[in-house]
Nanobody, 121 residues
Framework: QVQLVESGGGLVQAGGSLRLSCASSGRTFSNYAMGWFRQAPGKVREFVAAITGSGGVTSYADSVKGRFTISRDNAKNTVYLQMNSLKPDDTAVYYC??????????????WGQGTQVTVSS
């Protein structure tokens, strides 16, 4: 079992930055690809970014490419999402997820509880 706990959400003005963190329990963190997803009110949950278990390869949704950066520290069992140049459209609950095949299929095995990000105009 893997438990994921997100932190770092909040309220920020358009153009600002936030860094989300997701701490994982368990001893097999590096076995999992990690990802960030988000869900805005009235919309379906969507993929944001993913990173392989080693951290060597990343993938992004077109809507965040060039603005967001996913990274991980396997020694700390933590994955990060650095969000720059935030827009009001980025407002959503952001979820951390782990999955053995997440990077390839976006399939997830475990979810965090989510953290709210609100971008004001």
């Amino acid at each position: 079992q893997v438990q994921l706990v997100e932190s770092g959400g909040g309220l920020v003005q358009a153009g600002g930055s936030l860094r989300l963190s997701c701490a994982s329990s368990g001893r097999t963190f590096s076995n999992y690809a990690m990802g960030w997803f988000r869900q805005a009110p009235g919309k379906v949950r969507e993929f944001v970014a993913a990173i392989t278990g080693s951290g060597g390869v990343t993938s992004y949704a077109d809507s965040v490419k060039g603005r967001f950066t996913i990274s991980r520290d396997n020694a700390k069992n933590t994955v990060y999402l650095q969000m720059n140049s935030l827009k009001p459209d980025d407002t959503a609950v952001y979820y951390c997820a782990a999955g053995v095949r997440l990077f390839v299929t976006r399939g997830t095995d475990f979810w965090g509880q989510g953290t709210q990000v609100t971008v004001s105009s």
